[in-house]
């Protein structure tokens, strides 16, 4: 029987707050307003549902789980930039996030696009410093750069802002999506693969399951958004449909979605059954569609 | 006789301009805006002195020409990036760049703070794939990470802001520059003889050539911005001591800003005299203190 989820949550949280805490200067190093607000923001109970991706693709292929952790930290580290850019009064202007002031409410918006930006950068530090001799460290840097770009996390920001207001269609939500979410979900499942020198095969299987576990866990936020309590969420709900943003239950409905969501994560699980041997990816897929915040 | 310093400059901004073109996205992909956006900041007209730097530095250690070029596309990149993000309205709010209006001021607050965020991501991109294969290519990454970050170039950004309206202080406005400033002229220096393998006798030279030489080109710029006409520099002028930031000129004044330039500049060109054998180094080190604009 595999790990229970929330086990493996655990473990890899416990891991990865235990690696930022190494490799991000401590709040009372100078400039101490900076280095605060980039671990107020890193360390605000998120789910770690990366690193966990993250730690699990390691155990699965045999790499080390240090490398998986290292991984996960790093695309963390940029998950945690975007969202302090994301809220910022010029974008989404969003005053809460997981039940607390925003960034920049607690420390001005020079403060929050300067922290922003050093959380961007030390994702980039820790991956050439921490696994500087690992196997595959060009190409997992080269991914992770990728993944957060033009091309992926921040082009779908771009498209997303862009879309306000927009007729909605399926192709466009889709691709904003696949490259706002699901390129830095995917990016945790390859990077661990590339590092630890994993066959191509691999990492094509882990290419595929991430990219597919990561849309489908955007679209069970949309569904989330437009179906919980702001109590549940810890943030407000039902903001994507007022503010014209692009969302899977706006455009298909909210059981059309909730079925692409399933199906998207079986797809997720099919890629990567044969490298799946503690059962802890097909688990995480499971867990994604049916989470309930 | 070593090749003027104009000649060396015109060389590494043809060389370095055709890199950046090469790795940056056309201005016709999707999503445009942001591509447009990245493009009209790098292609501004800069002198293209930090590439200079890491080209003179590749050829005077025997590091093929195309590393140094690759590695001062990547620390251009990031320039590029502070100055987007420097300039809008919650840092310094200029409205002016190189003559030009600022990035802002085109394409709207969000699209700049996303445009910085996409060069400082693409700087590790094309570091970890043009040079995938060389032999110090995790040094170099680290190097540029740290000289962008909160030590470096980022922390420098915070003091500057913080600094404003403060009693300026000597050591003050030199820890200012150097982390503001000198890190990233550094980063220049250092990338191509970390990234094309260079023994750390070479490094540790370029290192403190680039130290002292960034601070040098800070204090000329500190002196330019007081001494200057708005037509021989192509922004207005006055405006750090208007603003109450931190320059060398308010704090010791003009002439003796000039003689620690020189003095500094002297002190780069001593630090590289053993390496540096077409004496590239040593006249851009010159150039650095004499130059007008």
């Known amino acids: 029987m595999p790990e229970p989820v929330a086990e493996l949550l655990r473990r890899a949280a416990i891991a990865c707050d235990a690696e930022l805490n190494v490799v991000m200067p401590a709040a009372e190093a100078e400039p101490r307003r ?12 998120g789910k770690r549902l990366r690193p966990a991706i993250a730690l699990a693709v390691a155990e699965a292929l045999g790499v080390s789980p240090a490398v ?15 969202l302090v850019h994301d ?9 809460l996030r997981r039940g607390r002031p925003t960034n ?6 020079a403060v929050a696009i300067l922290a922003g930006d050093a959380l961007s950068v030390l994702a980039f530090e820790v991956l050439a410093t921490r696994l500087g001799n690992a196997p ?36 466009l939500v889709e691709s904003i999506h696949l490259m706002k979410t699901a390129a830095l979900i995917r ?17 094509a299987a882990m290419r595929a399951y991430g990219t597919a576990l990561g849309l489908s866990f955007q679209i069970v936020d949309d569904i989330l958004d437009e179906t919980s ?3 549940e969420l810890g943030k407000g709900t039902g903001k994507d449909r007022d503010r014209g943003k692009m969302t899977y239950p706006v455009v298909v ?5 909730r079925q692409r969501a399933g199906r998207l994560a079986l797809e997720a699980s099919e890629a990567v059954r044969p490298w799946d041997r503690h059962g802890a990816l097909q688990a995480l897929a499971a867990f994604v569609v049916e989470r309930r915040s």
């Open 34 to 45: 900076i280095h605060e607000a980039m671990r107020y923001s890193v360390f605000s109970g």
């Open 104 to 109: 920049h409410k607690v420390y001005g918006e």
């Open 136 to 171: 595959g460290i060009a190409p997992a840097l080269a991914e992770l750069a990728r993944a957060s770009g033009t091309l992926g996390m921040i082009g779908g920001q771009i498209l997303d802002l862009e879309g306000e207001g927009l007729p909605p269609t399926l192709p």
């Open 87 to 95: 809220d910022l009064p010029a974008m989404d202007d969003d005053d």
């Open 187 to 203: 990016a945790a499942a390859v990077l661990p693969a590339l590092a630890g020198g994993a066959p191509p095969e691999a990492v």
């Open 68 to 82: 998986g952790t290292t991984c996960g930290a790093s695309v963390e580290l940029i998950h945690a930039f975007s």
């Open 229 to 231: 309590t702001p109590e």
């Open 253 to 257: 409905g909210v059981e059309a979605a």
